[in-house]
């Protein structure tokens, strides 16, 4: 039987990551139509409240129970309102590695939330779960993304040419697909007890 992640939420000082909710439909149809996050992720554009409703009832919950990883909101503590998502994939439990992924909606973007959701969820990932490596993958020209992983305290590691497909407007206002380059970002659980570490040492 293949191992999966629990059914978890994790707070920080500004933020709560925990399972999608219906009542997050319209937020993240919204989401997903901003213009950053259809130029860098694979999402359907436009993504209708259909697509978010299937993605919230099935597909997510799908990731966690099937053993490939765990979709997370990313919320404001305060607020309640939802300001992202952040998703481990490609989970590998012999080895004890997986890959993340997030976007930050367009009115959360600048107050460091990324960083801050990822980071939790790394120390979650190899205090709680005892795993061994995080990876993450930006493309090229993807600076806002790279910043994060710089951040955080990944290690670039090398850059997979010609590896993934982004979008980009044309001359009509409509998209094309073209290619990039991905980066390879990694993080070890020892990269976070470095006493340098840009994001301050996590509670053990």
């Known amino acids: 039987m293949t191992p999966t992640f629990p059914d978890i939420s994790i707070s920080t000082e500004r933020l709560v990551l925990r399972p999608f909710e219906e009542a997050d439909i319209p937020e993240l149809a919204d989401m997903m139509n901003d213009e950053l996050t259809v130029a860098w992720t694979s999402v359907p554009?436009?993504?209708?409240?259909?697509?978010?409703?299937d993605w919230i009832a099935r597909q997510a919950p799908a990731e966690r129970l099937e053993g490939r990883g765990i979709v997370l909101a990313v919320t404001?503590?305060?607020?309640?309102?939802l300001v992202g998502i952040v998703h481990l994939m490609h989970t590998n439990w012999r080895a004890l590695t997986t890959e993340v992924g997030?976007?930050?909606?367009?009115?959360?973007r600048g107050e460091g939330y990324a960083a801050e959701s990822v980071l939790a969820l790394a120390q979650w990932l190899f205090g709680d779960q005892k795993f061994?490596?995080?990876e993450?993958?930006?493309a090229a020209?993807?600076?806002?993304?790279?910043?994060?992983?710089?951040?955080?305290?990944?290690?670039?590691?090398g850059i997979l040419r010609n590896a993934v497909i982004v979008r980009s407007r044309t001359e009509d206002g409509g998209w094309t697909d073209i290619r990039s380059d991905l980066i390879v970002w990694g993080l070890l659980p020892e990269d976070l007890e470095e006493p340098g570490h840009p994001m301050g040492n996590p509670a053990r």
């Open 45 to 53: 554009h436009p993504y209708t409240t259909l697509e978010a409703r």
């Open 102 to 108: 997030y976007v930050i909606a367009p009115w959360a």
């Open 136 to 138: 993450l993958r930006t």
């Open 141 to 157: 020209g993807n600076t806002a993304s790279q910043q994060v992983a710089q951040k955080i305290g990944c290690i670039s590691e």
């Open 76 to 81: 404001e503590h305060l607020t309640h309102r």
């Open 132 to 134: 061994e490596r995080l």
